[in-house]
């Protein structure tokens, strides 16, 4: 793997889905964890292969370049954005839960 990017979402990936296994959570809900966490790999990835091929096609700026770019990381965001609505809501309640009877 060439791209750092595509390195730190694999780790957080690889984290990430270890937390939703040992989460005391459905299957279902283990699923949508695991399953928003590897929408953003593949994101990634493909963010990865829009820059590399605008980059392969020339190195001088140019604005559809630019927006090629732009776009595939807005994506990237927006992945990332979903994965954490989906944490937060299934994630989280589940982690407090866990954590308030650990201090009971």
Not at 10 to 26: E, K, N, Q, R, S
Not at 78 to 90: F, H, K, N, Q, Y
Request: charged residues 15%.
């Amino acid at each position: 793997m060439h791209d750092p990017g595509i390195r730190q979402v694999t780790i957080a990936v690889a984290v990430f889905t270890t937390v939703a296994v040992l989460l005391p959570v459905d299957r279902l809900e283990r699923l949508l964890l695991v399953l928003s966490l590897m929408l953003v790999g593949v994101m990634e990835v493909l963010n990865s292969a829009i820059e590399t091929c605008v980059d392969r096609i020339s190195t001088e700026r140019h604005p559809l370049s630019g927006r090629a770019k732009d776009y595939a990381s807005l994506a990237v965001g927006g992945s990332v954005l979903m994965c954490a609505v989906c944490w937060l809501v299934i994630a989280g309640p589940a982690m407090w839960r866990t954590l308030a009877s650990l201090l009971d």
